[in-house]
């Protein structure tokens, strides 16, 4: 154990400075405890094993039926006894698609109480979604250029290995497997169903999306508004468990009481700080713009592997929890009922002589994201300016090329390579 240990510092030196290799970590089946088992990278989300003395008890189980048999056939390796339980720590399709691989004659599934409205209202939205999760996942880009990705393509109907939960439950679920007690608690964080499991005797928490090592989506571009606050009093209440290990649905296990008190308080810290940070200024009057240019992280915590963009981010986080508290007005009256941003391009162009004046005024423009905005005048009025597309896919791709973070990286490219397609359609 020592030595798995030691491999896994050195492993965690070896990228601390490239955030995105947290969310990509190596393939393969961890041994955690005697009892514990974590399949990384697989897929986007992990499998977690706990083998009872007459059962394996799983939780969570990818968003793939494909990826979970691989990590099943590893721990078949290990262990030939049934699935007694699988547990959804929320209704997140990266959690509960590869159900069916672990679906026996007597396995009984368990999900808090809400994961069912939570799953209906991600249902009735499926059409959005699935454009949604292709754009977060780059599901149209190559492999290799892919930022967050998926172990299947969410644009393909093909197979999905959701089993309808069997027990629900509102605060909290005890049950005893094979000699081992298992504690669920509901956890507010990535959603409103969330759980985490406790298992008390392996000093083992499994906290869900509750942590994973990048800062946390508090508030995801394209997905509805999170319970921020009750995010971070779940990370009170984990404290109070004294896990020796802590293995969570996305990224590595960590190992040690003292490392994993710090990491909760640290990450308990930053939500707390980003969201208080905001609602001061939310009550000064100050505008979005500027608070999203005045919050950011202290220094030591802005510092900490585990709280690098490369998931979620600060600046998005305080345009959830502005809008999540506030509205959508941001008192500027111009905004309160806008006119169409196609005939304020016109105006634009009218009064510069034309798209060529702003196309040489892009040409020369070094800030990707300036150079964006303005060939997005010219296509207001023009939409088909083949050189304003030609400047736009260009912007997106630098844009795309410098993200720190990997939903952002997929939202770039993918409107990059959407531009570049129609360069050859536009004359
Ligand atoms: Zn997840």
Same mark, same amino acid.
């Given at each position: 154990m020592k030595y798995f240990f030691r491999l896994f510092c050195a492993a965690a030196l070896a990228v601390l400075? /490239? +955030?995105?290799q947290y969310l990509n970590p190596p393939r393969g089946l961890n041994k /955690?405890?005697?009892?514990v088992y974590a399949a990384t990278g697989y897929a986007l989300g992990n499998v977690i094993y706990v083998l009872t003395d007459k059962s394996i008890v799983v939780v969570d189980t990818t968003e793939s039926p494909a990826a979970a048999q691989a990590t099943f056939d590893e721990m078949r390796k290990i262990s030939s006894l049934p699935v007694s339980y699988v547990v959804y720590t929320h209704f997140h399709g990266d959690h509960i698609n590869g159900a069916t691989v672990f679906k026996g004659e007597g396995t009984k599934i368990i999900a808090q109480r809400q994961h069912t409205e939570e799953l209906a209202k991600y249902v009735m939205l499926s059409g959005y979604n699935t454009r949604l999760n292709a754009i977060q996942f780059g599901s149209a880009l190559p492999a290799e250029k892919r930022g967050a990705r998926l !172990?299947?393509? +969410?644009?393909? +109907?093909g197979v999905r290995g959701y089993i309808r939960p069997d027990i629900f439950f509102d605060d909290e679920y005890r049950f005893e497997e094979g000699g081992v007690k298992f504690e669920l608690y509901h956890t507010l964080g990535e959603t409103f169903d969330h759980l985490m499991v406790w298992i008390p005797q392996e000093r083992v928490l499994l906290p869900g999306d509750l942590f994973y090592e990048s800062f946390p989506m508090l508030a995801s571009p394209m997905k509805p508004d999170r319970p921020v606050l009750g995010w971070a009093a779940s990370l009170d209440r984990m404290r109070?468990?004294? !896990? !020796?290990y802590l293995v969570p649905s996305h990224t590595r296990p960590q190992v040690g009481e003292a490392e994993i008190d710090n990491i909760l308080v640290n990450y308990g810290r930053a939500i707390h700080w980003v969201h208080d940070e905001t609602v001061k200024r939310v009550n000064q009057g100050m505008p979005l713009e500027r608070i999203r240019d005045e919050v950011k992280l202290p220094a030591d915590l802005a510092v900490l592997p585990y709280l690098q963009p490369g998931y979620g981010t600060v600046l998005w986080s305080v345009n959830g929890i502005y809008k999540e508290y506030?509205?959508?007005?941001?008192?500027?009256p111009a905004d309160l009922n806008p006119g169409s941003k196609a005939a304020l391009s016109r105006a634009l162009m009218e009064a510069s002589g034309g798209s060529a004046a702003i196309l040489k005024r892009a040409g020369r423009e070094t800030n990707s994201q300036l150079a964006l905005e303005l060939a997005d005048v010219v296509l207001g009025a023009e939409p088909d300016n083949r050189e304003a597309h030609a400047m736009r896919a260009a912007a997106l791709e630098k844009l795309g090329e410098a993200a720190k973070n990997t939903v952002e990286r997929n939202v770039y490219l993918v409107a990059a390579q959407e531009e570049k397609a129609k360069l050859t359609t536009v004359r």
């Open positions: 400075s /490239v +955030p995105a /955690v405890t005697e009892r !172990a299947m393509d +969410p644009r393909q +109907p109070k468990l004294h !896990a !020796a506030t509205g959508w007005y941001d008192f500027n």
